[in-house]
Structure formats: C-alpha cells, structure tokens
C-alpha cells in the first residue's frame, strides 16, 4: 500500500507530510466492510470538505476574472465547472481510480470507473492536499484542471443565460416560448460551424453561428434579443 501511494504522490508532483490523509482520501467504503480493522475511516467526510473548498476555489476565480459576469453566469459556469461528470474526468485523467482502496465486490462491478465515486474521491483528494499543504497548494491543484475548461464554461454559461433572459422576455410580454432549428452546418468534423435560428410564433427573431449548437442557439438569442428591442415595441402582439 506504501508504495501504491508514493505512486500516486508522483503524479501529483508532490509529498504529503501526513500520509494518513491521502490513505483515507483514497478510501471507499466499501474497503473498510472487508477490512474493519484498517487504521483510516472512508473519505466521506473528506468528500464533504472537499466539496466546499472547490466551490470556494473555482468562485473566487471567476469572481475576479470574469468582471463583466452577473452572478447568474458565475453560477451556470461553476456549475459546468463542478458537476460531477467533470470531476470524474478530471480524476481519471490521474488514473485516480486505480488508487482507490476498494472492496472486491464493488470493484468488480466497475466502481473504479463509477462517475459518482471518482468525483466524490476527486473532492476527497482536495480536503486532503488542503489540510495537508493549505490553501495556496490546493488553489494550483484545482486550478490546473479548471484552467483548460473555462472558455467551454463561459461559452455554455453565457448560452444558458441569454436563452434564459430572451425566453423570459418573450414569455412575459408576448406569452410565447423561443424555438431553436439547427437550419445548417458546414466544415469539416473537427471544425464544424453550426447555423441557429430563434424563431418565436413562426418568425425567425434571429440567427447565429457557433463551433457547437449551444454556442450558436446563444449568438441567435443575442441576436432576437437586440432584433426585437430595436424593432418591436414591448406591449406589441405577434400572435
């Protein structure tokens, strides 16, 4: 088991001063139904610290990067940023699962490649660099998985938001819903360009294109949005 962990304390680029918490990062619950005797309690409670230093970390990055932000966008981009088919592939991409400590039955069900157990691990391993290296430590470990994911983030924040706020409006003042037709794409398949329309009670309000459907859906929201204020008084009828 010693050795198990100094493997994995090389791919984290680092060595934890108490070993003991990286042993209990690493360990599910089902390890300890098959060994009671084992010295470290599962990770749960760890998951459970870890969950809140993430939300922390990844917050206060946005907060001071993205200054142009309403609290709506910081919050679909954390969302996308901390859900948990993220944090699992953030844990798989350090062979995270192969280190787990873990009973024989869960595993041989697949629990090492389990989404809900490789990012409550994930998280587990947080508390743990936290607690064993502070804060600053913590905030570079989160950080170099998060970097890579922002601009897809911000992209699928600003989408979900400005769909939000044209739906919002049009439901409001004209008690319909905004529709969204894929109408083209073009290019090759690894740079394909998507064409949207947003069409509202048969009329097309406005297009855009995008690098994927979300993406465009939100340039021809921004698109009906500044199309109909430019154009359509608000009280107006268009049934």
């Known amino acids: 088991m010693e050795e198990q962990l100094h493997e994995f304390e090389k791919q984290?680029?680092?060595?934890?001063?108490?070993?003991?918490?990286?042993?209990q990062a690493l360990t599910h619950r089902s390890y300890l139904n098959e060994q009671p005797e084992a010295s470290v309690g599962n990770n749960e409670r760890l998951e459970y610290f870890g969950d809140a230093i993430l939300d922390f970390v990844v917050a206060e990055v946005l907060f001071r990067r993205y200054t142009n932000l309403h609290e709506g966008e910081m919050t679909n981009m954390r969302a996308a940023l901390v859900r948990e088919s993220t944090l699992a592939g953030f844990a798989a991409s350090i062979s995270l699962g192969d280190y787990l400590l873990m009973g024989s039955g869960e595993a041989a069900t697949g629990g090492r490649e389990r989404h809900t157990t490789l990012s409550a691990a994930f998280e587990a391993l947080i508390a743990a660099i936290y607690l064993d290296q502070g804060l600053p430590k913590t905030r570079d470990f989160i950080l170099h998985f998060v970097e890579p994911e922002l601009q897809h983030a911000y992209e699928v924040a600003l989408s979900k938001d400005m769909k939000s706020r044209l739906q919002e409006w049009v439901q409001g003042h004209w008690h319909h819903t905004p529709a969204y037709y894929t109408i083209s794409t073009n290019g090759p398949d690894h740079a394909k360009t998507f064409t949207v329309e947003a069409v509202i009670n048969g009329k097309v309000y406005g297009v855009g294109e995008g690098r994927n459907k979300q993406v465009a859906s939100q340039a021809a929201a921004q698109a009906a949005m500044n199309n109909i204020l430019a154009h359509e008084a608000p009280d107006r009828d268009i049934s």
Do not use: A
């Open 12 to 23: 984290l680029g680092f060595t934890f001063n108490n070993s003991l918490l990286l042993k």
